[in-house]
């Protein structure tokens, strides 16, 4: 039978006969596969070194400090593990909270230094005021002749020589010549400085001694020629406050010194001292001539 599908003109491949060589050459999908497992190969072997190399690097990391190379002594020098530790959290927080609690005894420490630093220094100038208040209480009891001259006319009722009645003279008139300074007779402070009649004051100033035996005490200086201090100065017993004149309700020069209990006129002589020679010589017709308001 003829075959339709038969080829007569396709040449055939010859069989090798009994002393022919057999071909070497390989087909392409042969080669295809070869070349498929030799990189199936590479890779596996690329990912075994990998592995080699990570699980190295892990353990030289766990192992924390390696040793390096003997140096000329024979002897190891420890190398540094390029390892980060990881923190531990607890004693982060526990090495915190000291810290905190040191400065907190640091800043305590501080400030109970200051407080005492300042307590102590409150103290001293305490001291210092309580020494300075107790001197001045031991000295209020001192007071000085405000000027020159003695008593001519003392505190109590009197005929007046100029109104020609009896009236009350509420301090005592020191005489003294026109001008001589009139003195502060104790420290205080100027609670009053006016000029002009100001009812037969004539000029005149009044200081604030402060409290003297739970007592307030004022002095005052009345006829004045002039005065050199103003209200609110502090003036130093013995300091000028003015010059003895005679303006006012006043015959001649002189200085009416009077004297304030809480406000209240009283004797100048309770602070000064009477003066014995003035007393004497009040009754005298020359010290009446000089008798002013």
Known sequence: MSNPNFEVDKPRRALPGPGSTPSHRLGASHLQSILRRALTVVVVSGIAAVGVATFTASANNSAGVAFANNGPLGISAPATSSATATPDIPALAAARARKLAEDKAGLDQAVASAASSARAEELTTNAKAISTESDRLKNLSKFMWPTDGTVSSGYGLRFHPILHYWRMHDGDDIGGKC?????????????????????????????????????????????MLRYVVSVGQHLNQGDVVGYVGDTGLSTAC???????????????????GWNKEAKTSSDNKDAKTSTNN
């Open 179 to 223: 001008g001589q300074p009139i003195w502060a007779a104790q420290s205080g402070v100027v609670v009053k400085a006016e000029m002009g009649y100001n009812g037969g004051s004539g000029n005149n100033v009044r200081i604030d001694h402060g409290d003297i035996n739970g007592v307030n005490v004022q002095t005052g200086y009345l006829h």
């Open 254 to 272: 002189h200085l009416h010194f009077s004297a304030y209990k809480n406000g209240s006129g009283t004797d100048p002589m309770e602070f000064i």
